[in-house]
């Protein structure tokens, strides 16, 4: 008997790498005065919540076709997240040092969620 390893949504490099961005970017923003937070702050949070919000939804979803499509509405996330990581920096929220490590892990994630997808399409019967 063969034994299965079952995928922890905690083994997903995609999401690892979302989770702690997210919460790197809200110790950030928690340090920001009132203004930028209730402007550009909540939305950016909200942004970089979702895109591991969203991989983790899709992992606890049923069908390969439901999965994927929470896995699809992460780059959507992703994409706002970059867009507020510009609008941060240039509005000087943001140093140079933590915009760059923000945008170096953002993009790492376009290829991570696409073969989280891969993977998801191959290896799912459902």
Request: glycine share 4%; proline share 1%.
């Amino acid at each position: 008997m063969v034994d299965k390893k079952y995928l922890k949504l905690n083994d997903i490099e995609s999401y690892k790498i979302a989770f702690k961005l997210s919460n790197y970017v809200w110790d950030i923003i928690v340090k920001w005065d009132y203004f930028a937070k209730d402007t550009v702050g909540k939305q950016f949070v909200r942004a970089i919540d979702s895109i591991s919000a969203n991989i983790a939804e899709g992992f606890g979803r049923y069908s390969k076709k439901d999965k994927i499509k929470f896995f699809r509405y992460s780059f959507g996330s992703l994409y706002e997240s970059l867009d507020w990581n510009e609008k941060s920096h240039l509005r000087k929220l943001l140093n140079e040092e933590d915009y760059s490590y923000i945008f170096s892990e953002l993009i790492k994630l376009p290829k991570s969620i696409n073969s989280l997808i891969l993977y998801t399409n191959k290896k799912l019967q459902i």
